[in-house]
């Protein structure tokens, strides 16, 4: 213990589900007679998976659940807390979680309180459900209404668009996530950079339809500005709390919402422009020289002198410390909730297990309308115990390629 808190609380034991069907980028630019590269270079997207009319968040939800809890031998009785992230509803009042406590019914229970007795509800805000519903479990277990059992985090979405240029952009999947102390991916207490606001980014104000309202331009400016404000705050809590000032230097890996891979590789570059612009007289800025007076804001969204010149930068650190966390997202495409998680995954089943041992994650989650924030995890000890159970590869291999007329 630390005080009145757990020790080490983090990810104990994760999973995933998507379906298994997916359709190639290369194929949808060929269907929608666009010009070759525009989906695979443009948005640096691989495949984009999707399921079919049998199955739907809930299904998906079980799925993932199920795969937690067998797989890790997880005693459900142990399990005092449930809390799902979504943003796709099949009820405007009934939450997804409900649902799944047929599959704790279904499992049986020893204990006097029962399978009943699992707190949690659904929470909804675009992308970042999956993130608060995990700060909802770490919060849980470092007060004082903790009971000494573990949180359930899911996460996940079917991500669908009307036919149109941010059709390639959808995806789905969902993340399962164990949730207690002493674990071997603790989040760093009291770190977290924060911004939230009232925008229309992204909403979905026709309840009659699934596809969303999307303002291309505001989306991307949105989230970069979310990238800049939440990476200053991070930083100076970081500084308050250690003494001394954080840069990219100070973290081995970073992990970012993915709503397509190229705003990933912008977003890297934006936080080496922040770290420049709080060291501006650094040579190893002395590139960026020019654009000190520039600042954040609007006008260096979309600079695209600015962003050429940061992309070039940092080509090799993204190389480093962020590419390996895009495989699997480039795979399935943008699952809302569970993208960021995925990220995790695909970096914890890339980089070898002896590479990961002792370093620092920075994660930055964005959900539209908006909120985002950056926080922190360390890999104390080995992963190599979740990467094999996840088994990633081998499922990604099985996978059935559909045609684009039938998708």
């Known amino acids: 213990m630390q005080g009145a808190f757990p020790s080490n609380v983090g990810i104990l034991a994760i999973d995933l589900y998507f379906p298994q069907t997916y359709v190639s980028q290369t194929s949808l630019e060929v269907f929608d007679k666009v010009p070759k590269g525009k989906y695979t270079l443009g948005l640096a997207q691989k495949n984009m998976a999707f399921c079919g009319d049998r199955e739907d968040i809930v299904s998906l939800c079980l799925s993932a659940v199920d795969l937690l809890i067998t797989k890790n031998n997880i005693d459900p009785d142990k399990i005092g807390r449930l809390e799902v992230g979504t943003e796709t509803i099949i009820d405007k009042s009934k939450s997804v979680k409900t649902y799944l406590m047929d599959l704790f019914k279904s499992y049986g229970s020893k204990s006097l309180q029962g399978y009943g007795s699992i707190e949690g509800i659904d929470t909804i805000n675009a992308c970042f459900g999956g993130t608060s519903a995990l700060f909802n479990a770490i919060q ?21 668009y009307s036919q149109g240029p941010a059709r390639p952009t959808g995806g789905c999947g969902v993340v399962s996530m164990l949730i207690g102390p002493n674990s071997c991916l603790p989040f760093d207490r009291g770190l977290r950079g924060v911004h939230m606001e009232n925008v229309y980014d992204f909403y979905k104000p026709n309840l009659d339809s699934e596809y969303p309202v999307v303002d291309g331009k505001l989306s991307i400016e949105c989230y970069l500005r979310a990238v800049d404000l939440c990476y200053i705050r991070y930083c100076d809590k ?25 705003l990933v590789q912008k977003s890297f570059a934006r936080l080496f422009y922040n770290d420049f612009l709080r060291d501006p007289e650094n ?9 000190k007076g520039l600042g954040i804001g609007e006008s260096s969204y979309f600079n695209t002198d600015l962003e050429k010149t940061l992309l070039k930068l940092t080509q090799s650190d993204y190389a480093k410390k962020v590419s390996s966390s895009t495989i699997l997202p480039k795979e399935v495409g943008n699952t809302y909730c569970a993208s960021l998680y995925y990220g995790l995954i695909s970096l914890l089943n890339e980089v070898p297990d002896h590479s990961l041992i002792g370093k620092k994650v920075l994660l930055f989650s964005y959900g539209s309308g908006l909120a985002a924030t950056l926080f922190s995890l360390q890999i104390n000890e080995s992963v190599q115990h979740i990467v094999k159970k996840i088994d990633l590869s081998n499922r990604l291999a099985k996978r059935i390629e559909v045609y684009s007329e039938v998708f």
């Open 140 to 160: 849980w277990i470092e007060s004082s209404y903790w009971d000494g059992r573990y949180a359930v985090v899911v996460a996940g979405d079917i991500a669908v």
């Open 238 to 262: 970081y500084k308050t709390k250690n003494g001394v000032d954080f840069t990219l230097q100070s973290v081995d890996y970073i992990v970012f919402h993915s709503p397509y891979n190229k």
């Open 283 to 291: 040579k190893i800025y002395e590139e960026l020289a020019k654009f």
